[in-house]
């Protein structure tokens, strides 16, 4: 499901907000309207939830300061959002900027992203505005500008920084040579070798020039990682890590996994996380267990990994109390925090194991499919610290 909206911005000039006309659905203005702003609503959705990524560009004017609002069509409820402050009142929306991408030039554009659940509908939005001024076919407020549009193609807007911080170990792969990784990383192929690989990739990478790919095959045999100890030994019980990944393929249904951490306090099995129908999870080898429980609700309070973007995920893991908390593009998952107050459809079935109180000795990054699913991955900017890092 894809909406798009087209707005215009004129008005008087102590205003930065203007008038809004009526596009066709390929997005060319009407006739002598004035170049205007695009509000492109995309939405990724499964049974029982749903996120949507918000791009907002901006037209003939610069905006300092943006809000978009818009109403649901069906019984959405957002329960999380980044990139913006984001509120509902009903079935109404309303996205504010963040600090760092309030100020769009002329042309320029930048995302937010909501994730949100329903029952009975995700029907498409509809009445959106750009700060105060009707769209999507409403009449125009004031009289349109005549002025062309402009010729050239929208800046990128800046993303978030994507440094180490503090870091206790940060790497993204640039001194890596080629071939298999080296140095602080090993591949390992746990269980038997099959077809599973992972390379240094130079052609895609989420910042400067590498990557590690992981061609991950179908079948218990094909399992492999590429992993870490550098830094993890000076954490502590208390520790956050940041990844960015890429992958091509939507998770399955069945049970998959692409980051493992071997619990020395839990007889050495994995804490894993990957994906179980069709949304992030995450799982406990010694028991199975599930964050958050697989039932529709449940995984509705998780969200699927997107695919063909990079996608930023951080997460903490607090050996002292037995917590987790999970990110993902900077907004936490409902679905996946484990808090110690067990939750049911989230975290109930994780709680029933008395004093889980994870120590981690290691990191790995790959794949391993356990019925079904293949998938190639791309790894970058890797981090580890006792505060979280950020995106």
Known sequence: MRVRARVAVAGAAALLVSAAVAVSPTLVPAAGA????????????WAGGFTATVRVTAGDAAANGWTVTWTYGGDQRITNGWSATVTQSGAAVTATNAAWNGSLPAGGWTEFGVQGTYAASNAAPSGFTLNGEACNGAAPTSPPATSAPPTSAPPTSPPPPTGCGTAAFCDGFESQAGGAPSGAWSVS??????????????????????????????????????????????????????????????????????????DAADGNRDLRMGGQNGALQWNRASDDATLPEQSPAGVALSLPLATNRWTCVEFTVDGTQGHLRTWVD???????????????????????????????????????????????????????????IGC
Do not use: I
């Open 34 to 45: 004035a170049a205007g702003c695009l509000v492109d609503y995309r939405v990724n959705q």
């Open 189 to 262: 192929y746990p269980d038997c070798q099959g077809t599973g690989t992972a390379t240094v990739d130079t052609g895609v990478a989420h910042s400067s020039a590498k990557s590690v790919r992981v061609n991950g095959a179908t079948g218990y045999c094909n399992h492999v990682f590429v992993g870490t100890t550098s830094g993890v030994s000076g954490l502590g019980a208390v520790r956050y890590a940041r990844f960015w990944v890429r992958h091509t393929t939507a998770l399955p249904a069945q049970h998959v996994t692409f980051l493992a951490m071997r």
């Open 330 to 388: 900077g907004g936490e998952v409902a679905g996946l925090v484990a808090d110690g107050t067990p939750t049911p459809d989230v975290d109930r079935q994780w709680s029933s194991r008395a004093n889980w109180r994870p120590n981690l000795t290691d990191l790995r990054l790959g794949w391993e499919s356990y019925g079904e699913g293949a998938d190639t991955l791309w790894f970058d900017d890797v981090a580890l610290s006792t505060t979280r």
